[in-house]
């Protein structure tokens, strides 16, 4: 299966052919551009579209046994495709940019505060990012130091690299619990700014493609989950007063 996703993360329709339905009604496709949960992201929602017009609600997307194994979750009572059948793939577009620019905003914070990961979700509204620290810190500098990356309209873009380069180049993995997927001989970095000066770490996930598109966030707040670890929540939309 092609992840399309991986490459354009702004294609939001695309053609597929059905490879086959699970018995737990979970359809595979020859390609899609439906990202599918991983990495704190959650997987994207929308419909396929048959060639007589009707439609299949498509209510998750998830991986298999593998990474490359990507199964689109219908919702209960939707129709059954048939295996070889094409179809046109839509996701939820403005669900999708929303996280786009929540996943690309979690990577921000991991620039303005450079701590160890210990955890991350992204959601359409409101995100997290836990750290291993125990310093002190303010959440309106956090903040405005975030919006100076979004107003500097930093490119983002991605590239690969050699498993044997990220093993020697250690630094690049800023989670402290997960290691990226190993085995295919290559790691796919999301890189901020010209020639990566901002930040470069290996992810999987859709982002935005210039740190503007992020648009007004800020951290609404701080938690302290133990005596080292911090949580920040990410929100959109300006600071309440």
Not at 55 to 84: F, L, M, N, W, Y
Not at 155 to 180: G, H, M, Y
Request: with cysteine; charged share 25%; hydrophobic share 35%.
């Amino acid at each position: 299966m092609t992840a399309l996703f991986v490459e354009d993360a702004y294609l939001s329709t695309a053609e597929a052919r059905v490879i086959a339905v699970r018995e737990d009604g979970g359809i595979m496709l020859d390609q899609t551009c439906f990202y599918a949960t991983s990495g704190g992201q959650p997987g994207d929602t929308g419909f396929l579209e048959r060639a007589n017009g009707e439609k299949i609600i498509i209510a998750g997307t998830v991986t298999g046994e593998s990474k490359s194994e990507i199964i689109h979750i219908p919702a209960p009572g939707q129709p059954v495709p048939d295996a070889g059948e094409e179809l046109v793939m839509h996701i939820d577009w403005e669900r999708r940019y929303n996280l786009m620019r929540m996943h690309t905003a979690c990577h921000l914070l991991s620039v303005v505060c450079p701590y160890p990961i210990t955890g991350a979700a992204v959601s359409e509204t409101d995100s997290r990012v836990d750290f291993d620290m125990s310093e002190t810190i303010d959440k309106a500098e956090v903040t405005a130091k975030m919006m100076e990356l979004v107003n500097a309209n930093h490119p983002i873009f991605t590239q690969w690299i050699s498993e044997d380069d990220l093993a020697a180049n250690p630094d690049l993995v800023k989670s402290k619990n997960v290691r990226p997927p190993s085995g295919q001989g290559k790691i796919r970095l999301v890189c901020i700014g010209e020639e990566s000066a901002i930040d470069s770490q290996p992810c999987g996930g859709t982002h935005v493609s210039e740190t503007a598109e992020v648009g007004e966030i800020h951290i609404g707040k701080i938690e302290k989950k133990g005596r080292e670890n911090r949580r920040f929540r990410i929100r959109f939309g300006p600071a309440p007063d």
